[in-house]
């Protein structure tokens, strides 16, 4: 079974661990993925890793337009898709994209079956052309992939009607984060944050939450930029936590999991906007598995994520967010318990191992099809 996969996500060389595990989930599966060399947003241009590459093959590939989420293609994907004759096509991206449309077309010409991917949960109608290149695609999938439940019914309410599960993305490699092997003594509490620092985020309700436990011991480690950097950045001075605050931008993906365990709590305070609302929260269950404890807010998909295995504060509340952050800081067995439970929620739930079992077991249902 030969399987072509087109996915701009698989640059980062951490997520390139589920590759890994999907290629070997079945000895007869040939995973070839295509990535582009690059890819521009808010952050700058992100280069392709290759860090995870053993058993199936990464290969880079032309993009045009890159940086443009809706617009961006792959020239090439034709000629690909003639050299290796795969029996799916698996495009990793949202179905109203230009790369999504032209990569399902070529391969429904080629009378070859196909999937997408989605992450969308909020049911958003989209103007000329976009509109039409998403109806096309809902028609001409064999199969869909939605990040969550609530992904699923958006799809469903457009009227996609054919097979669809609820897959994650990404997973996460349980032995690269892992728990620090020993505790800190200083009796400082290392707070933390990997993002965009974007409205949608939230940062600024963290920030007015820190400031009303001022009185406590405490570090803030915010990792990430954004159009909303500057802003932040303001904020943490106007309310004198500016020595309190260790701000850096981007890491590699692959010093993400030595930044989890520096942490003893990782929040997530996300706000629902018109046209978009949480839809995974990836750090979530990259701090869970390092069992550290976490704080989020009621936005989409984090109560999903987190369940029982942390706190949950209402959107733009930020004096329970607050309360929960003094609660947490001046409860260690409290930290130590939720941090428990969530590394033992991510190895039920969210590992790259189930996320590649899932995956490889919707590729043999299409092929036997």
């Not at 997973?171 to 800190?184: A, I, N, Y």
């Not at 933390?192 to 409205?199: D, P, Q, T, V």
Request: aromatic share 10%; net charge neutral.
């Amino acid at each position: 079974m030969r399987v072509l996969m087109l996915s701009k996500a698989c640059i980062v060389g951490i997520y390139q661990k589920k590759l890994e595990a999907m290629a070997a989930q079945d000895p007869d599966l040939e995973l070839r993925v295509l990535v582009p060399p690059s890819w521009r947003d808010e952050r700058g241009e992100t280069k392709l890793e290759r860090v995870y590459t053993h058993g199936y093959e990464l290969i880079e590939t032309p993009i045009r337009f890159n940086g443009s989420y809706h617009l961006h293609y792959y020239p090439q994907f034709s000629d690909h898709l003639r050299q290796f004759q795969p029996h799916i096509v698996h495009v990793d991206e949202e179905p109203y994209n230009l790369s999504t449309w032209l990569a399902m077309r070529t391969a429904k010409r080629a009378k070859l079956k196909a999937i997408f991917f989605s992450w969308q949960n909020i049911l958003r109608r989209y103007p000329p052309p976009f509109n039409a290149m998403e109806r096309a695609v809902l028609q001409l999938a064999d199969y869909a992939i939605a990040g969550t439940e609530s992904a699923a019914q958006v799809w469903r309410q457009k009227g996609y009607t054919g097979a669809i599960a609820v897959i994650p993305q990404f997973g996460v490699d349980p032995d690269l984060f892992h728990p620090r092997e020993f505790s800190k003594s200083n009796g400082i509490v290392q707070i933390g944050y990997a993002g965009r620092l974007w409205h949608g985020k939230g940062l600024d309700l963290l920030i007015e939450a820190l400031a009303m436990i001022r009185d406590l011991e405490w570090v803030f480690h915010l990792v990430g930029s954004g159009p909303e950097k500057d802003k932040i950045y303001k904020l943490i001075h106007q309310k004198g936590l500016t020595e309190r605050v260790q701000c850096q931008a981007w890491l590699p993906s692959t010093d993400m999991p030595d930044f989890m365990r520096q942490l003893d709590i990782l929040v997530l305070p996300s706000r629902t906007l018109t046209s978009w609302k949480e839809q995974y929260g990836r750090v979530l269950i990259e701090a869970m598995s390092s069992q550290v404890a976490v704080v989020g807010s009621s936005s989409g998909a984090i109560p999903n994520v987190i369940e029982d295995s942390g706190l949950i504060f209402p959107e733009e509340d930020v004096i329970t967010l607050a309360a929960h952050l003094r609660r947490l800081i001046t409860e260690p067995t409290l930290r130590q318990k939720l941090g428990i439970q969530g590394r033992e929620r991510v190895l039920k739930h969210f590992t790259q191992e189930q996320i590649a079992t899932e995956t490889v077991r919707v590729y043999h249902q299409l092929y036997q099809a």
